[in-house]
C-alpha cells in the first residue's frame, strides 16, 4: 500500500498520538463532561486541533466532521475526514492503555482511507479500500486458525449485557474503547465485537479495518452509518455495530445477542 493519502493519515495519526502521549499518565488526567455527559479533557482538545490544522493544510477543500468539533456531516464535499481524536478517552483519563487515535476520510459517503493508532499498545492498523489491511506497516488478514480458537474473546462495551441477552460460547472482554475493540477483531485476538452505543466518529477507520482484514461488519437495528448523508448530525445517531472475524460467525451472533428491551436497543 502505497497512497498518499493513506502515508498522510499515518503522519497525522502518529504525530497525534505523540501528543497525547504527552498529556498521559498512569495516574489519570482531569477530565470534565460535555454537554451529552461524554468525558473530554485537554488532551481531546489539543489532539482535535492538531488534526484539524494538519488536514485544513494538506486538504483544504476537503470537510471534517469531529467528535470534538462539528458533529454534522458537512455538504458541498466530495471528501469528508471523520475524526476521533482520542477514542477510550475514560481509559485515558483513568491512566489505562488502550486508547487511539481514529482517522477516516470518506468518499461520497463511504470511507475510503483509515488509520486507527493506539500507541501504548504500538498497533497501528491502515485500510484503503480495496487494497487490504496493514498492521505496524505489514500486510495482514485475519488468520484462517484464529477465527475458530477457543481463547479468541467476544469484545463489547459496557452496557452490552444491560441490554443484551448474550448466547455466545466465547469469554468476554470489555476493554473501553470501540475502535480497539473492533480493531481487535481485525487483528485475530477477538472473535466477535459489539458496541451498542457507537457514533460515526467511534467506527468509521475501525469499519474499513475490519473489512479490509477479512472481517464482516454490520449494525444490528436502525440506519446504517454509510452512506453518510450531508447535513445529519452524528452527535445523536448511535449505530449498534457488531463485528466478527467471518460472516458465519457474525450470522451466529446475531442470533445469539437478544435484546432485552426492543425498543431501546
Not at 87 to 99: E, K, Q, V
Amino acid at each position: 500500500m502505497n497512497n498518499e493519502i493513506t502515508s498522510f493519515a499515518v503522519k497525522v495519526a502518529r504525530e497525534t498520538g505523540n501528543l497525547l502521549q504527552d498529556f498521559f499518565q498512569l495516574n489519570g488526567v482531569k477530565s470534565s463532561l460535555k454537554a451529552d455527559h461524554s468525558l473530554v479533557t485537554q488532551a481531546d482538545l489539543e489532539a482535535d486541533k492538531l488534526i484539524r490544522k494538519a488536514i485544513h493544510e494538506s486538504y483544504p477543500q476537503d470537510g471534517i466532521l469531529s467528535e470534538e468539533q462539528n458533529t454534522s456531516y458537512p455538504g458541498g464535499h466530495s471528501c469528508v475526514w471523520v475524526v476521533d481524536p482520542l477514542d477510550g478517552t475514560t481509559n485515558f483519563s483513568l491512566g489505562l492503555h488502550y486508547w487511539g487515535v481514529s482517522i477516516a476520510r470518506i468518499r461520497d459517503g463511504h470511507p475510503q482511507t483509515a488509520v486507527v493508532y493506539f500507541p501504548i499498545v504500538d498497533e497501528l492498523y491502515a485500510a484503503q479500500r480495496g487494497e487490504g489491511l496493514l498492521l505496524n506497516g505489514v500486510k495482514h488478514f485475519i488468520p484462517e486458525a484464529q477465527k475458530y480458537k477457543p481463547q479468541s474473546f467476544f469484545a463489547h462495551c459496557s452496557r452490552t449485557f444491560q441490554r443484551y441477552q448474550v448466547n455466545i460460547p466465547y469469554k468476554t472482554r470489555s476493554l473501553g474503547a470501540a475502535a480497539y475493540h473492533i480493531c481487535a477483531v481485525a487483528k485475530g485476538s477477538a472473535i466477535l465485537a459489539l458496541e451498542t452505543t457507537p457514533k460515526l466518529w467511534d467506527i468509521a477507520g475501525a469499519w474499513l479495518v475490519v473489512k479490509e482484514g477479512g472481517g464482516s461488519i454490520t449494525t444490528l437495528k436502525g440506519g446504517k452509518p454509510f452512506p453518510a448523508v450531508p447535513g445529519v448530525d452524528y452527535q445523536n445517531k448511535p449505530f449498534v455495530t457488531l463485528a466478527a472475524a467471518n460472516p458465519s460467525l457474525l450470522k451466529k451472533a446475531q442470533q445469539g445477542l437478544i435484546p432485552k428491551n426492543p425498543h431501546r436497543t
